[in-house]
């Protein structure tokens, strides 16, 4: 046996990539793929939608994988919601950023309410009935993104990534970057010895902000910026850092702040917890909603985070921050005996965890507000909720990341036979 036989052997059977197979395009899946067999083998494809007809080009798997990744490199039956691409990067081989270029902006919120309901289906054991809606502030599901890291090449040009690599795509233009981030010239400028350019396109200051990565010695990685984010006649504005987290879309912080107040019905005097935090954003608001007898406690595991939302709280007496671990800080309060009335969770894509929301169960809330950027984590936890007595009662979905398979949710939980939320 050849030494090349017994790598492949080692490795698990014969690499696949390159082969060609004419497959039939089954239902989407969590990913930004749809699901076809080629002679029982389960075959991911990119490029491509249910219940077309395509030439899938193998880019990953081997022999007696379980299953294997494509791209769809040539369409033999098309979809009725396939659309020309408008991007000459979202190819097969090109970058790897978004997901349904090819799709119409109906089809791909569609496709996302399929994932949603099924991710629910088969995690949660859950029927559920959503429709993603569109948040406002983009340009036909281009030009939303505010805040992009952009892959630097061997030669010092600016890209983006392809799909599960690492290599780098010079780029012209990225379509679903705001304007103003690609104004800033990234794309024109040589980067030598970086690794990355994270460019941030904020309310303040007037012109982006351009972070060098690895951040130069003292750089102090980009310093901050200014958000708005509104909830009807209220405003209020936001010190975050450069590379903090903060929504990307530009209508989505406002779209979930008001959501979010709506479907949890703080009132004055409630008790509430904000969990993962970050530096406020809905810190600030409920802070006003519960005054003058209520009080927020804000607790999030990033220090500099936590700096700013106490910046952003200033002015109110009734917040209180934790760095913490939101399971460490959770664990605490219940050994303390406290409770809170309502409480929101906004955790990082992984979810909350099992841990997590045994803890909240135990402080009694009469409403959980979940935003999830992850349907299949927010189902493991709504599934997790469940056994301790909380049920999921009301479930939406938002497109604030258009032309990709990202979809954001927000989740309501209240303690079994014990409704009470508010009208939406």
Not at 17 to 27: F, H, N, S, Y
Not at 246 to 275: I, K
Request: glycine fraction near 12%; include cysteine; proline fraction near 6%.
């Amino acid at each position: 046996m050849s030494g090349r036989q017994n790598r492949e052997r080692a490795a698990g059977g014969e690499s696949l990539v390159g082969r060609e197979w004419t497959v039939e395009v089954g239902p989407v899946a969590h990913g930004g793929h749809c699901v076809a067999r080629h002679e029982g083998q389960v075959v991911f494809v990119r490029h491509t939608l249910p219940g077309e007809r395509v030439v899938a080009r193998v880019t990953e798997g081997r022999v007696g994988d379980s299953f294997v990744r494509a791209d769809a490199v040539d369409v033999l039956e098309a979809a009725p919601g396939r659309v020309e691409a408008p991007c000459p990067y979202a190819v097969p081989g090109g970058c790897g950023g978004c997901d349904f270029q090819h799709a119409s902006l109906d089809t791909q919120r569609a496709l996302k309410s399929a994932v949603v309901r099924e991710q629910f289906a088969r995690v949660a054991g859950l029927d559920v009935d959503v429709d993603v809606q569109p948040v406002p502030g983009d340009e036909a599901g281009l030009r939303w993104r505010t805040r992009v890291e952009f892959a630097v090449d061997g030669a010092g040009r600016a890209g983006l990534r392809g799909h599960r690599s690492r290599d780098v795509v010079p780029v012209d233009d990225c379509l679903i970057a705001t304007r103003r981030v690609i104004d800033s010239g990234v794309l024109d400028t040589q980067w030598p010895d970086l690794e990355s350019v994270d460019v941030v396109d904020a309310v303040h200051p007037e012109e982006p902000v351009l972070v060098p990565l690895p951040a130069p010695e003292g750089g102090g990685g980009g310093g901050l910026v200014g958000e708005l984010a509104r909830d009807g006649d209220w405003e209020g504005e936001y010190v975050v850092a450069a590379r903090g987290f903060w929504q990307v879309h530009p209508g989505a912080a406002s779209t979930f702040l008001t959501r979010v107040t709506t479907l949890l019905g703080a009132e004055p005097g409630d008790r509430v917890l904000d969990l993962y935090a970050g530096s406020g954003l809905f810190t600030m608001r409920l802070a006003e909603l519960v005054a003058p007898d209520g009080v927020v406690l804000g607790v999030e595991g990033d220090r500099r985070a936590v700096e700013n939302g106490s910046a952003n709280t200033e002015h109110l007496d009734n917040v209180e921050w934790r760095a913490n671990r939101v399971d460490r800080e959770l664990r605490w309060l219940v050994g303390q005996d406290v409770t809170a009335d309502l409480v929101v969770l906004d955790p990082p894509r992984t979810g909350a965890g099992k841990d997590v929301m045994g803890l909240l169960a135990q402080m009694g809330p009469r409403r959980v507000v979940y935003v999830a950027c992850d349907p299949s984590a927010l189902a493991r936890d709504v599934k997790a909720a469940g056994t301790h007595g909380y049920d999921l009662v009301s479930l939406e979905a938002w497109d604030a990341f258009p032309m990709t398979h990202h979809v954001e949710c927000i989740a309501v939980l209240e303690p079994r036979g014990e409704s009470t939320r508010p009208q939406a």
